[in-house]
């Protein structure tokens, strides 16, 4: 069964440097989703991708944060600096597109010190 | 903005036990609505799915929800919990916007 590929599993870093996270959708998704799950609480949303296209990034904190997705396959988020505020699991998700189900990889747990 | 919220922040339930997890959405029009599950050290996944058509949806694992318009919910059930069960539990709408998750609900089955 395809599945949302996502790495590393864990990252532990200082506050003020950079870290970098890759997603690898399901073969042939369009849509592509980056999610920030605090513990405690459900996933939100920070970036959506339609193909390589940005269609939403309103809660993207755009002066720290940048996602990508040149070819419109697999994307990387980045956080620089990092902030302590920043510690949480990111999550990536993948779908066809629409109001259809999403597909969730195993996400990225952050910690900064 | 829409909201979700799931009313139990964590439920402790025997085996054998029913279960009834509540979710209550604020949005007023059209929803398409999902009940995610996150087994220990596993990640999210699809428990069931309303879009259309019967408000009464079924599930894997036998679970089921109901979705009452006129009272902008759509609880979760199962007659039975099982000692797998035990997971988090999370709801989410999508209106036309961004899908939106409510907190989650923790389930603990105890033998």
């Known amino acids: 069964e395809a599945e949302v590929a996502q790495s590393p599993r864990y990252k532990i870093t200082e506050k003020s440097q950079a870290v970098a996270f890759w997603c690898d959708p399901i073969s042939g998704h369009a849509t592509l989703y980056w999610y920030r799950q605090i513990l405690g609480q459900g996933p939100e949303l920070l970036v959506q991708?339609?193909?390589?296209?940005?269609?939403?990034d309103s809660q993207l904190p755009k002066d720290r944060f940048s996602a990508e997705r040149l070819k419109g396959v697999d994307s990387t988020l980045k956080i620089q600096p990092a902030e302590l505020g920043d510690s949480a699991m990111y999550l990536c998700a993948s779908g066809p597109g629409g109001y259809n189900e999403q597909f969730f990889g195993p996400g990225t747990r952050l910690t900064v010190l | 903005a829409q909201s979700v919220s799931q009313h139990n922040h964590h439920v402790i339930l025997s085996e054998a036990a029913s279960l009834e997890l509540g979710c209550n959405y604020s949005?007023?029009?059209?929803?398409?609505l999902f009940w995610y599950v996150q087994y220990p050290g596993q990640h999210l996944q699809l428990l069931l799915k309303y879009f259309s058509g019967d408000p009464l949806v079924k599930g894997i694992k036998g679970f089921e929800a109901e979705f009452i318009k006129s009272k902008f919910s759509f609880n979760l059930r199962k007659p039975s919990v099982q000692w797998s069960d035990t997971a988090e539990y999370f709801c989410a709408v999508n209106a036309g916007t961004p899908l939106v998750f409510g907190k989650g609900t923790r389930l603990s089955v105890i033998a």
């Open positions: 949005y007023g029009g059209t929803v398409n």
């Open positions: 991708f339609q193909d390589e296209s940005v269609v939403d």
